[in-house]
């Protein structure tokens, strides 16, 4: 009864997931153009500041606290255009707010996709960007090299952090750790292909040789290093 019971509701949330909108973020650039429009950003403060779209409200998804506490007081009778960093939270959030009466649009891609489509945001760091040049020279070791994309607010990054220390506490003398910052580092995951946080990408004589997105566990790492 009670697996059947969660098959329900979770059938419930994809159903109700499925029911929110979504376009891509040139469309998104050109709808929230319009007057009568609430745009937010259900990521977390520090992604916000990280760099947000025009006129962007903030209530982070992950804080359900929060969320509830500053949705309330959107406007029913007008159309919320929602996203978050690549488009998975936003979808969530979106359900809920359609399940409680708003008009809700979403973005695919979230604002990686807003960035990666060239448009511009509004407060993002003035921390300058690592070149390729400069990036290149990190890299180049006759050591096996290990680059982290990740960021503070990013959840699956956080949880990466003990894992990656223990195991870099084990094979410091093995390999170098270079963490990339990615609510800063844009223009170089573009060019990296890097698509979400956390990726690993493994580097031999300035060579990629292994990668990967999202969590890794310490026994994979070692794997990498045989």
Known sequence: MRSLLLS????????????????????????IKAQNIQVLDVRTADEYKSGHLPHALQAN????TEFNDRTQHLDK?????????????????????????????????????WKNASLPVEGASNVKQTSMESYNGQINSTNLVLVDFGAEWCPPCRKM?????????ENSKKLTLVKMDGGVETELMKSLNVEALPTFILYKNGKEIKRKQGLVSREEFNSWIK
């Not at 949330?13 to 998104?28: D, R, T, W």
């Not at 998804?61 to 359900?64: E, G, S, T």
């Open 77 to 113: 009778n007008k159309t919320v255009y929602i996203y978050c960093l690549s488009g998975g939270r936003s979808a969530a959030a979106g359900a809920a707010l359609l399940a409680q009466g708003y008009k809700v649009v979403n973005m695919e891609g979230g604002i990686n996709g």
């Open 161 to 169: 952090e003990p894992v990656l220390q223990a195991f870099m506490k």
């Open 61 to 64: 998804w992950l804080n359900k």
């Open 8 to 31: 329900t509701l979770l059938f419930a949330s994809f159903h109700a997931m499925a029911q929110v909108p979504a376009i891509k973020p040139a469309e998104f650039s050109s709808a």
